[in-house]
């Protein structure tokens, strides 16, 4: 059973840095994508960030770029999103989600996605 899990939100000041984590367990595949979506309060679920987990190609929002940053553990069932000098436009709930088909590169498009954590709140105050 695939099973994501991500943790590491809170509440924190605008220009603050926060770090999130997923665990992710259950995959029968070597080959699949991770990624990291949010939804702002009253917004539809955007795209943050995302990795290819066999060649590690990654790519980022605009809104994101150079603020953000997507790693993943050296056991590669964890996936992180950095996240610095925060706005309170970051305010969100972030979740970790999986690509299972190997064959598509790398996407930023929710409907690639076949599972989803729960999600963790981000809330940056102003």
């Known amino acids: 059973q695939v099973l994501l899990v991500e943790s590491g939100g809170g509440l924190v000041q605008a220009g603050d840095s926060l770090k999130l984590s997923c665990a992710a367990s259950g995959f029968h595949f070597n080959h699949y994508h991770l990624g990291w979506f949010r939804r702002a309060p009253g917004k539809e679920r955007e795209f943050v960030a995302a990795?290819?987990?066999?060649?590690?190609?990654?790519i980022y929002a605009d809104s994101v770029k150079g603020r953000f940053i997507v790693s993943r553990g050296n056991d590669k069932k964890t996936l992180f999103l950095q996240m610095s000098s925060l706005k309170p436009e970051d305010t969100a709930d972030y979740y970790c989600?999986?690509?299972?088909?190997?064959?598509?590169?790398?996407?930023?498009?929710?409907?690639?996605?076949?599972?989803w954590g729960k999600g963790t709140q981000v809330i940056v105050a102003s």
């Open positions: 990795i290819d987990w066999a060649d590690g190609r990654i």
């Open positions: 989600a999986a690509d299972t088909l190997y064959t598509r590169p790398v996407s930023n498009a929710d409907s690639d996605y076949d599972y």
